[in-house]
């Protein structure tokens, strides 16, 4: 319902559009009726129980349950994760990034040139040793770091500078990242990154079952949560994507504040290239192609408006955990795992049209 | 004290404390916009203590002339200078260093922060130690600051961290404008202060105004409905054609003159 502001003489009349609202405080429960992240926790709950009943009828136990499973599906969820995190910043300052899948091709490809270039001879190597081991992977952790960053440094200005829309420039740059990635590895995986990577972080389990990578995207999410939540950087940045020229009438430097945020997500990606080299030992010259598209859509089932303004770190790691639940429980109900794809496309439709109509009660 | 519509509720003029050096002085001040002339070298002056209401037709060049002086939009020519001494403003930014707060036409809030968030934003307060290194950001104090300053208008909230979307076009208004009058240490300007206010919140608007420009403050307040102008405002500026063609002072000027030199006719005295 909406008042005629003309009409409103009273000084304390209508504290908000709704009467009923202004009578009543919002309860518990219609905050939760109103918060898109509820229902995908909800949604995820549903999906828990429904496969771990099914496993039950299906192998005589409820293997879906098992935690070794679940915390299975949280560690293949961790990488996008933590591109999701990035991407809900990014997202809630109006913006998106559809560079971060052949950035982190280009970043792990970096990285794991670094790695086996400093760390020995290229017999040492070869032979499985590594004299320089440590420095070997400082030295690829940041180039990682510094790849990713570039790559978002050179979003950020391109975006701020020639003021053209993010979705075109990082289309364009996924280009190039891939591109140069493709050139630097001739389309070929890089050999002998040293397994001790592998052992000491992308497979190890902290306290004898959380996954490291895990562990990593979930300290992560905290701290963006937190700083998004409690901070100038968060405030401003969704202030940038409620309204761009409100924020900058209110003397915020929008282009350096948005040049920061690209920077971000290109130190997660980063990170997230860091987690796939040490979980699997290797680079993935030809996957990730579809990463940013899975954080994107993981952003979007979260909460997080994809018109700005409104963002929720703990929603997007919900929504990164949808498609993977799916895709464990189909193949656990030895059902083809494809019909994630379907799933998660009707939810996403879903999702945008509450946030559409969000945006249209709003204004 | 100038005859207006009855509808109009009350507002005293303050007496004007107007110093002699103009807080800010535009002079010259040209603005094009491809072929087209916004601003044709106006000149204005706004002095502490004093209310000036910047009148005239439709694209007469109100709103530029005060984007220019805001920062909001650079000039092509002409001057500013502030307390005397000529200073180059680059962005908004450096206008607020300056002490001069805007309300805009569109009142520039961000419907998806909360009432606290969009008075502080752009200058929040951070308490010291560790927090000040990371920016944490001291809502506490964000809040009973707003409380007070929306007080100041007649305005009480049950929750200041309901988003603005949610507040009544009235309530958005008195936030501009509470938003300008705690941050501006030199002048305020505002477009339209009143567009979407009924009479009595408006009346408390310029009582505020007032309180302001006896405070010290330089306020110039672009509006239309010149009869609450000539009530509330000490001068009144007209422009027309991207100049401001007249000054008078406003106890004396008739509605009437003001409307024609809007509109570039002669009045008969």
């Not at chain 1, 829309?165 to 996924?174: D, E, G």
């Not at chain 1, 350096?256 to 993935?284: C, E, Q, S, Y």
């Not at chain 2, 239309?224 to 401001?244: K, N, T």
Request: net charge neutral; aromatic share 6%; with cysteine.
């Amino acid at each position: 319902m909406t008042t005629d502001p003309v009409a409103d003489d009273g000084l304390n009349e209508g504290l908000v559009d709704d009467p009923e609202s202004e009578s009543k405080p919002r309860g518990v429960w219609e905050s939760l009726k109103a918060s898109t992240a509820f229902w995908i926790g909800l949604f995820i709950v549903l999906i828990a129980i429904g496969f771990g009943i099914a496993s039950a009828i299906e192998h005589g136990s409820p293997v879906y349950w098992k935690v070794s499973n679940l915390l299975s599906i949280g560690l293949n969820a961790s990488q996008v994760m933590i591109l999701a995190i990035g991407m809900t910043y990014l997202i809630g300052a109006g913006h998106l990034d559809l560079s971060v899948g052949p950035s982190l091709i280009l970043a792990s490809v970096l990285a794991a040139k670094v790695m086996v270039t400093v760390g020995g001879t290229a017999e040492q190597v070869a032979g499985g040793e590594y004299p320089n081991l440590g420095l070997a992977i400082v030295l690829g952790v940041t180039a990682a770091l510094g790849a990713g960053g570039l790559v978002g440094f050179f979003n950020g200005v391109i975006v701020t500078r020639l003021r053209l829309s993010s979705f075109i420039v990082t289309l364009a740059t996924s280009g190039i990242a891939y591109g140069v990635a493709l050139v630097l590895t001739s389309a070929a995986n890089i050999p002998f990154i040293p397994d001790q990577i592998q052992s000491g972080f992308g497979g190890l389990q902290l306290m004898g079952f959380l996954p490291a990578p895990l562990a990593l995207a979930l300290l992560i999410a905290v701290v963006f949560w937190w700083v998004l939540r409690r901070t100038r950087f968060g405030m401003r940045t969704l202030a940038i994507g409620s309204s761009r020229e409100a924020a900058i009438r209110a003397g915020v430097d929008v282009d350096v504040h948005t040049i920061k945020l690209f920077v971000l997500m290109g130190l997660l990606v980063g990170v997230a290239a860091v987690v796939d080299i040490a979980r699997n030992a290797n680079t993935n010259v030809v996957g990730h192609q579809t990463d940013n598209l899975q954080a994107i859509a993981a952003v979007v089932l979260g909460g997080t408006s994809l018109f700005g303004g409104i963002a929720s770190v703990g929603g997007s790691i919900l929504g990164t955990l949808v498609p993977v639940m799916l895709q464990n429980g189909l193949v656990i109900m030895q059902v083809a795992p494809f019909y994630q794809f379907a799933i998660v496309g009707v939810i996403l439709i879903l999702a945008v049209y509450f946030d559409q109509r969000r945006r249209d009660r709003a204004t | 004290m100038a005859t207006h519509d009855a509808g109009v509720a009350s507002v005293d003029r303050p007496a004007s404390t107007a110093a002699s050096v103009p807080a800010i002085r535009a002079t010259g001040i040209v603005k094009r916009y491809g072929h087209l002339e916004a601003l044709r070298g106006a000149s204005l002056d706004l002095h502490a203590g004093e209310i000036v209401a910047l009148v005239g037709d439709n694209g007469a060049g109100k709103s530029t002339l005060t984007k220019v002086i805001c920062g909001a939009v650079l000039a092509d020519e002409g001057e500013l200078s502030f307390r005397g001494v000529p200073t180059r403003i680059q962005s908004i930014h450096d206008a607020h260093e300056l002490g001069v707060h805007t309300v805009y036409q569109d009142l520039a809030l961000a419907p998806h922060l909360s009432v606290a968030d969009n008075l502080f934003l752009g200058r929040e307060p951070i308490p010291a130690g560790w927090r000040r290194t990371v920016g944490v950001l001291d809502r506490r104090r964000m809040v009973d600051e707003t409380r007070a300053a929306m007080g100041r208008l007649g305005i009480s909230l049950r929750d200041y961290s309901v988003p603005v979307g949610n507040l009544s076009g009235g309530q958005r208004q008195a936030l501009a404008v509470a938003r300008a009058i705690t941050w501006a240490t030199t002048a305020v300007l505002m477009d339209e202060p009143t567009a979407a206010l009924g009479p009595k919140q408006s009346a408390i608007v310029y009582q505020t105004v007032s309180a302001a420009a006896q405070g010290g403050l330089a306020v110039l307040v672009i509006s239309h409905d010149i009869p609450r102008m000539l009530q509330v405002a000490h001068r009144i500026a007209v422009m027309r054609h991207g100049a401001v063609v007249a000054v008078r002072d406003a106890r004396t000027v008739r509605l009437a003159e003001v409307i024609g030199l809007m509109l570039g006719e002669e009045v008969v005295a």
